[in-house]
């Protein structure tokens, strides 16, 4: 998510949910696979538009056929508004990423362009302070229980906190205390990859690190799919590997040039993907988008192209 807002503005989409269907086979019911679980989309997809118009935007996400919703904490609002516009359409959002207060005016700054990548990054950085983390999850449950939400996603480890085994087991030592502090709070915690965390530190790959030194009941894992294609990475073979564990997914589709594509139109193969992913548990499909130049255009059409697929 958060990379690409200093790396491209270019198109993604993702979409939607199918239905079941039944046939009378020579007098039996045969019934096709059942329905899976309904799309859903990454608000920050939309963000410039919530700004703009929230509740007008929201309506427009329902009226594509969006059942769920991943939020940017509150969006800097009162979480209890949010909820209520979110069930005025029909809306529900099992997940949200990490905004502390003060955090969504330094993000709504940089999506905007007003602080540069530098800027960016260090305050990001001082509000995810390792030191500081249950702080951190203890905000995050005070948004995420007015708006229902299960799931609160660490959303970004930057490269220059995984330059070093000792840096990636200070990070590992942070996920588990703040996976126990959501626990403890009634929350899943679930952590959310770029491309960096699987470039290798040594023979080690962060990304398998993480998942080896946290506790699998404790942390669980938001597989985006773009940026783990971008870095080489087969999903499906994660998905063999660690079932369990992953329980979100972002439907985003990148070039060979790792730009950020429209599902169908990249490298991501969704229709080997998808089955795969919900074999290994995953709930939750979210499409993301990182700063579309058209996030209506962007929503509708990753639906219009998701929905057969699920």
């Keep these: 998510?958060?990379?690409?807002?200093?790396?491209?503005?270019?198109?993604?989409?993702?979409?939607?949910?199918?239905?079941?269907?039944?046939?009378?086979?020579?007098g039996t019911a045969a019934l096709a696979r059942p329905r899976r679980r309904p799309l859903g989309i990454q608000l920050y997809t939309l963000m410039n538009l919530l700004d703009a118009d929230f509740e007008g935007t929201i309506a427009k996400v329902a009226g594509m056929g969006y059942r769920e919703v991943e939020t940017l904490g509150s969006f800097g609002k009162d979480p209890a508004f949010v909820r209520e516009v979110f069930d005025r359409h029909g809306l529900v959002s099992p997940s949200q990423h990490i905004m502390p207060p003060g955090l969504y005016e330094v993000f709504d700054d940089g999506v905007a362009g007003r602080i540069d990548r530098t800027t960016f990054e260090r305050k990001f950085i001082e509000a995810f302070n390792f030191n500081h983390v249950e702080s951190l999850i203890d905000a995050g449950a005070k948004q995420a229980g007015p708006l229902g939400q299960k799931y609160i996603v660490w959303q970004i480890s930057w490269p220059s906190q995984l330059k070093s085994l000792n840096q990636i087991k200070t990070l590992i030592a942070a996920l588990n205390r703040a996976a126990t502090a959501a626990h403890d709070r009634g929350f899943q915690l679930a952590y959310h990859n770029h491309d960096q965390e699987f470039t290798k530190v040594g023979n080690d790959v962060p990304y398998d690190l993480i998942l080896k030194g946290t506790d699998p009941s404790k942390?669980?894992?938001?597989?985006?799919?773009?940026?783990?294609?971008?870095?080489?990475?087969?999903?499906?073979?994660?998905?063999?590997?660690?079932?369990?564990?992953?329980?979100?997914?972002?439907?985003?589709?990148?070039?060979?040039?790792?730009?950020?594509?429209?599902?169908?139109?990249?490298?991501?193969?969704?229709?080997?993907?998808?089955?795969?992913?919900?074999?290994a548990g995953v709930e939750h499909f979210f499409v993301e988008y990182d700063v579309p130049t058209d996030p209506l255009r962007t929503a509708a059409q990753a639906h219009r192209y998701l929905a057969p697929l699920m």
Excluded: C, Q
């Excluded at 294609?229 to 070039?255: E, I, L, N, W």
């Design 1 to 26: 998510m958060i990379e690409s807002l200093f790396i491209n503005r270019r198109s993604l989409l993702s979409g939607a949910a199918a239905l079941a269907a039944g046939t009378a086979l020579g």
């Design 219 to 279: 942390l669980k894992f938001e597989l985006d799919l773009a940026w783990a294609t971008k870095a080489g990475v087969d999903p499906v073979a994660y998905f063999k590997r660690y079932p369990g564990r992953f329980k979100m997914v972002h439907m985003k589709d990148v070039a060979a040039d790792g730009s950020v594509r429209d599902p169908g139109t990249g490298l991501v193969d969704f229709r080997r993907v998808i089955p795969a992913a919900e074999r």
